[in-house]
């Protein structure tokens, strides 16, 4: 049991998961952040020229 208890293979493993887990939300929230300024600011404009109106 204490053989058990010191073993320590997986953990590096574990560690690398985690932070691969971390990058992955930190690039998924900025690409959702970016891809609402896309389509708020960039084909509002588009739009609102193709429609006739004025862009801000």
Known sequence: M???SRDETG???VEYG???GMISV???A???S???T???DIFGVI?????????D
């Open 2 to 4: 204490q053989r058990f």
């Open 26 to 28: 930190a690039i998924i």
């Open 34 to 36: 970016i891809g609402v």
């Open 30 to 32: 900025t690409m959702t």
């Open 18 to 20: 985690m932070i691969v």
């Open 38 to 40: 896309i389509r708020d």
């Open 11 to 13: 953990a590096t493993t």
């Open 47 to 55: 739009s609102t020229a193709m429609s006739g109106g004025e862009a």
